[in-house]
């Protein structure tokens, strides 16, 4: 579509917001499937504002301690730990 | 790869009691349903070694009610197609339709089920997801009304409108697993006091007699000739039994399959937040700092469907197009929800085909996902407007399985329960 508002940066641009690595053949398929299925969500223009009575509500316990996982648990899956902590990259 | 259809992606014993409406019989659970020591995968190579730690409250209740674990079952990565087919475990091949797709995303619960693998399984059911396999199985499945069933060791896909239900060989069975799951949970806040005390088991009783019947003509127009037969041929049956027929039309639903899709994808785009090879997942070597590294473990985690729902649900929530598509989606899910409502004033219980397609042929869906979206038209309705739906067998068309969709109102599963008995063949 020539008019699409979706071209390879926008695509790059996002997938760097969400923190996930594309492959230049991705990015070509990406972009093009994306310019398709946004056209297709072009059509919500369509739907007017619709008043919608919230069934929800707040549900609350009380602050009380439970038993939660060992710290062991919490680690075990975890592919690096450190004395106890989980170990991740360096921030900066 | 396992068994024969390749349904699951590990095979367990887990014995549960002794006693309890289960016992003595076997059951699958999909594999994104956490399991104590028991590796669940989601179908995601980011998830290939978890075991997680404890077991979803779904799991602590049907162990309770007698039945064993056999196994966990295949999928689509993190719940996110309609074929079985982006599972990075292998395809799942249909044993009612040798050669064609199982549907999904539960399709290894599905096939497991109609394959005499399992007697019983558990799903869930964000768009279709238990639905779908079992229409394309040829099995009975359930969507609860929202809140029936707790979500507490579920790995999360999108939390507003997904729910867990069982699928089974007959109405009665997928009942009877609804009973056990079915009830409020303090360890997740959007359950409800709906199912508590339930018996839908004894609603599968066939009586049909006085129940009007919407037909949804809305969710025929895009069906296939032959799928829609055999609906009609089933609705014949029913009405054959004392039901009565009427036609429904909704005009909210032409726009129900974008909604639901950019609801789901940047709810996604959030839960999938937190795959970040720190807690759990890869080990992948990265010079990089934080933001790399994250970058680089989601990029060899993640396949290439999830990746595109990821990347389309952070669009959809960004600056700027927030109020373009998340608001306008939110919309169209409240007016649904408010066709559903109004319809529900004159008729017990609404119907469609539950797919409007037969199973497709392995291998020639993933090409255009926007083609495989709009195959969810008939089911995404009920989830945007949190209501219970039941698939039930239609017969065939040339030996693929046709499955009939029965929507109630909100807590009505005894009544599509009854419903769907009666039209069981």
Redesign the interface.
């Known amino acids: 579509m020539s008019d699409s508002p979706v071209d390879p940066e926008?695509?790059r641009h996002?997938?760097?917001?969400?923190?996930?690595?594309?492959?230049d053949a991705?990015l070509e398929?990406?972009t093009e499937?994306?310019a398709?299925?946004?056209a297709?969500?072009e059509?919500?223009?369509?739907?007017?504002?619709?008043?919608?009575t919230s069934e929800l509500v707040n549900?609350m316990?009380s602050d009380e301690v439970h038993d939660g996982?060992s710290q062991q648990?919490?680690l075990?899956?975890?592919?690096?730990t450190e004395d106890g902590f989980?170990?991740?990259?360096?921030?900066? | 790869m396992s068994s024969e259809h390749n349904s699951f992606i590990t095979e367990a014993s887990v014995d549960g009691s002794d006693d309890g409406p289960l016992a003595g019989k076997t059951i699958a659970i999909k594999d994104n349903i956490s399991t104590e020591g028991v590796r669940t995968t989601c179908g995601s190579a980011m998830l290939a070694?978890?075991?997680p730690?404890?077991n979803a409250t779904v799991v602590d209740r049907v162990l309770a009610a007698g039945a064993r674990v056999v196994g966990k079952a295949n999928m689509d990565e993190f719940g996110m197609g309609g074929t079985t087919e982006t599972s990075a475990f292998g395809v799942v091949e249909n044993p009612a339709a040798p050669g064609h797709v199982p549907g999904g995303s539960s399709g290894g619960s599905a096939a497991a089920v109609a394959a005499g693998e399992a007697d019983l399984a558990l799903g869930t059911d964000t768009g279709g997801s238990v639905r779908n396999p079992a229409a394309f199985c040829g099995v009975v499945g359930i969507k609860p009304t929202y809140g029936l069933v707790s979500r507490y060791g579920i790995v999360a896909y999108a939390n507003s409108l997904e729910q867990v239900g069982p699928l089974a060989n007959s109405v009665e069975e997928a009942a009877l697993l609804l009973d056990v799951v079915a009830g409020s949970d303090?360890h997740d806040?959007?359950t409800n006091d709906g199912g508590d005390d339930s018996n839908y088991a004894d609603a599968a009783d066939g009586n049909v007699e006085g129940l009007t019947i919407g037909v949804i003509t809305d969710l025929l127009e895009g069906a296939d000739e032959e799928v829609v037969d055999a609906f009609q041929c089933s609705l014949d049956d029913l009405e054959a039994q004392g039901a009565e027929l009427t036609e429904v039309s909704l005009d909210s639903l032409?726009?129900a399959v974008?909604?639901y899709?950019?609801i789901a994808m940047s709810e996604a785009?959030s839960n999938l937040?937190r795959f970040?090879?720190?807690?759990?997942?890869?080990?992948v070597e990265?010079d990089?700092?934080?933001?790399?590294?994250?970058?680089?473990v989601?990029?060899e985690g993640?396949g290439?469907e999830v990746?595109?729902r990821?990347?389309?649900g952070?669009?959809?929530l960004?600056a700027g197009y927030h109020d373009?598509?998340y608001k306008?989606?939110?919309?169209?899910r409240?007016?649904v929800?408010?066709d559903f409502d109004e319809a529900f004033e004159s008729v017990d219980v609404l119907a469609s085909p539950t797919m409007p397609v037969t199973p497709p042929v392995l291998g020639e869906s993933l090409d255009d996902?926007?083609q495989l979206?709009l195959m969810d038209a008939n089911t995404v309705p009920v989830n945007l407007a949190n209501l219970p739906a039941i698939s039930v067998p239609a017969g065939d068309v040339d030996g693929l399985p046709v499955g009939l969709q029965l929507i109630g109102p909100k807590f009505g599963e005894e009544t599509i329960i009854r419903a769907a008995s009666a039209a069981e063949q």
């Open positions: 926008n695509v996002v997938a760097g917001l969400a923190r996930v690595n594309l492959d991705e398929e990406f499937q994306f398709d299925i946004l297709y969500f059509a919500l223009d369509d739907v007017p504002e619709v008043e919608a549900v316990r996982l648990e919490a075990r899956n975890a592919p690096e989980f170990k991740g990259p360096s921030v900066s | 070694d978890y075991v730690p404890y303090p806040a959007t032409e726009h974008q909604a899709y950019v785009s937040a970040d090879g720190v807690r759990y997942g890869p080990d990265s990089g700092n934080w933001n790399d590294s994250f970058a680089a989601r990029e993640f290439p990746k595109r990821i990347l389309l952070t669009y959809a960004s373009k598509y306008k989606a939110q919309n169209a409240a007016w929800k408010q996902p926007l979206y």
